[in-house]
């Protein structure tokens, strides 16, 4: 199992950034798949996006182009950089650890308390 901790959510304007940090605790962070997902009100939480143990990123099409996702596997820690926020943006927005990416967008895995993302229009 691997303990996961969110930082650096907050309120921003429509085409702001953000970034956001993960904190994990565990002994085997590095052979996990690390990522986010996020819930907005009244929605289901939905993938955005992922990063392999070597390195490789995944991303929901929403956020192509928008997003970057980075580890370092030192740190035990994780990061998605946020930029051109939009207001659809807005959610909670959780870091995973799952063993896969079908197990994380399953909603399998490990999860964080979450952080809120506010973008106003």
Do not use: H
């Not at 969110?6 to 304007?13: A, D, F, N, T």
């Not at 182009?65 to 370092?72: E, L």
């Not at 930029?83 to 909670?92: G, H, I, M, R």
């Amino acid at each position: 199992q691997v303990q996961l901790v969110e930082s650096g959510g907050g309120l921003v304007q429509t085409g702001g950034s953000l970034r956001l940090s993960c904190a994990a605790s565990g002994r085997t962070f590095s052979s996990y798949y690390m990522g986010w997902l996020r819930q907005a009100p009244g929605k289901e939480r939905e993938f955005v996006a992922a990063i392999s143990w070597s390195d490789s990123p995944y991303y929901a099409d929403s956020v192509k182009g928008r997003f970057t996702i980075s580890r370092d596997n030192a740190k035990s820690a994780v990061y998605l950089q946020m930029n051109s926020l939009k207001p659809e943006d807005t959610a909670v927005y959780y870091c995973a650890a799952a063993a896969s990416i079908a197990t994380m967008k399953a909603n399998f895995g490990s999860w964080g308390q979450g952080t809120q993302v506010t973008v106003s229009s």
